[in-house]
Structure formats: C-alpha cells, structure tokens
C-alpha cells in the first residue's frame, strides 16, 4: 500500500478497504452534480490510476469509477443518453507506461462489453472514451488545461489520488486543491512512514514535521495528526472541510483525508465513514479504544468521540459560542461527527431546561446547507 505495485497480486484487506470508501464516497458525492443546476461538465480524475485490476480480477479505482458512473440498472446512463445531465468526462492517469498501456487495454475490453450488454440500445456508449495518460504527477498539476478545468465554476471535479507513498500531496498541491470552486478530493497516504522517518530530510523535503507532534502521540493517532496538519494549512477565510480515516496494516498506519468546501460533501463523506466504524467514524482499528458490543457485558457500548463531542457542543453553548443551529450542525461535521450529535445535544439541553429556542426549533440534521436557523439562548 505504498511504493509498491499494488496490482502486481490480490489487493489485501486494506487495499480492498480504501476502493470500498472510494467507491461509496463516488456513489454518494456523483448524484449531487447529476442532477443539480449550474453545472455543464463532471470531471472525474484519477491520477495514479493502476492497471485497472488486481491478479484476481478484483477491480481497481479506473474501473469502479466507470461502474458507479453507470448507475444501478443503468439509470444514470439513461439520463446521460437524453441529455437532461452534464457531461461526463474521464481522465485516468497512470505514470508507469506498462501500467498505463494495461489500463487502456482493461478501459477499451470494459467498454467494449458493456456496450454489447446494454440494455438501452446498439447506439453506442453514451459515456465518452476516458482520457488516458502515462505522465508524472507534477506535469499533470502544472499543465495549463488541468488548471484551467479546476478553476471552472460550470465543471464539478472529483479527483482521486491514490498516490505510492507520501510525496505528491505537497503543501502547495494540497493549497491549490482547496482553492479550487465544486471541487471534491481524496488521498491516500502512508502515514507510518512520516512518522517513522520524520527528522530525515527527505521527509521534511515534503512536510513541515516540526509542527506535527508525532513524539507524544500513539502511532495509531498519527493518521488523525497528520490530518490536523493538512487542517492547519487552510486560510482562516476559507469555509473548507477535511476528514481523515485511518486505515491499519499489520503494524503500519496508512489513510485517506477527503476534502470538500460544501458541507453536503462532507455530509455524504461522513456517511461512508461512519458505516464502516460506527464508534468513531475514522479507521478500521478502534482508535479511541471503544468498548465494542459484548466486550464487557451483552449490549453495552461506549462512543469515546461522541460523548466528547457532544461534551464540547454543550460547553460551547453553555458559553455562548454556538448561538444557533446552523453553528451546532456545522460545529459538529468539522469534528468528524454526523451532525444529528448536535441534534441529539440540544434536545437534552432543552429537555433539562438548559436552553430555550428563539424561533421555530426543528431537528433538521441532513443538508445542513438549507437548515432552517433558529436562535440558541440560556435558560
């Protein structure tokens, strides 16, 4: 899962992990711009995009975005045959050209045969042929057409990059993202090998190490540090949101960090997390040592995060920080909880007769974009 060819043999638990929440977060995130308005083109962009499949024909990142594009029963497919829809672009890059010729070779067979089985006629695909290249990282990054699609307001992007290692997502790389408008992300990083190699140049060529205190931090925490580190880079006024998951292998750390400047992606994002760890919404490995169904004593659990956050929430409107819903639903995304723990908080709150509500309450938790805001006042 990190310098090596991961499609040389049979993805690991891990690996299958990360395309698990690649593909969801695809399938949550690609309706958004399906069917919003504004928009004139989806670029979907995956820049370390492999060959395409593992020994065992598992599919890798290219190939479950042309899946999930296709929708169930080919519904997006129909909608992109009418044209009621943006369009759809690919552009796959893969540096190696062995690779890159393989992918281009498992895109064209892959095409080729949903065509012949579509059910919705001999047209033709309706979805054009992926952009195909075998370039660096970098080339790609400081080309003027990739630029200039980033900065467009009419194009959604959803770029994956699930880079070998740790050194593409550079501050500068990472800056730009964020600036970009309707432009969601997720990469992969070794986190364990910063960790382990922090005080070495070639780690510091890449990353400011001296703020990140990885010396007084469980290696398990480095993931959840190392997204703090990313959190720290973005301007104060930028509204953006990062979330990190955590994923262990044997006795390494390695993870994803999604970022998106919608609260809806987020929301979405969150949803996946938190489905594959309903403890804490972050890793496969129980990072805040929640005690699991039937560890102690049969239907006992705890949610170490939850109850936190939930904590800080009721701290923050007790002191008058958090003076609205709106400010308690967004309190609680930016900690990488569902924002229904706002929810849940205010109604104990107003139950114990702590708070009173200047408005019309409701527990509006989803969408928080288009929440009905009421006003937060002490008892």
Known sequence: MSDKDINSKAFDEGTLLKLNIFRESFREWLPVFLYGKGIERICIYDLFAGSGYDTEGNPGSPMILLDEVRGNNRQYCSLIRRGTTPKVIFGFNEKEKVKSDRLRENVTNYRSACAQNCPLGSEGCCLGAPFIKS????????????????????????????QYGIKEITENIFLSLISCPKADFIFFISTSTIRRFANHDAIKKYFATEKIDFDNTEPKECHRLLAEYYRSLIPENIEYYLHSFTIKKGSNYYGLIFGSSHSLGMEKFLRVCWKYDKYSGDSNCNLDDDEEWGELFQGASTHHKIDAVKAEIESLILAEKIRTNKEGLHYALRRGCLPSVYVDTIKDLIKRGVVKIIGKFNAQSTKIHQVDEYQIALS
Do not use: Y
């Open 135 to 162: 370039m660096s990282f970098e080339d790609i990054t400081q080309s003027k057409t990739f630029k200039t699609i980033l900065q467009d307001e009419k194009t959604a992007k959803f770029i994956l990059l699930d």
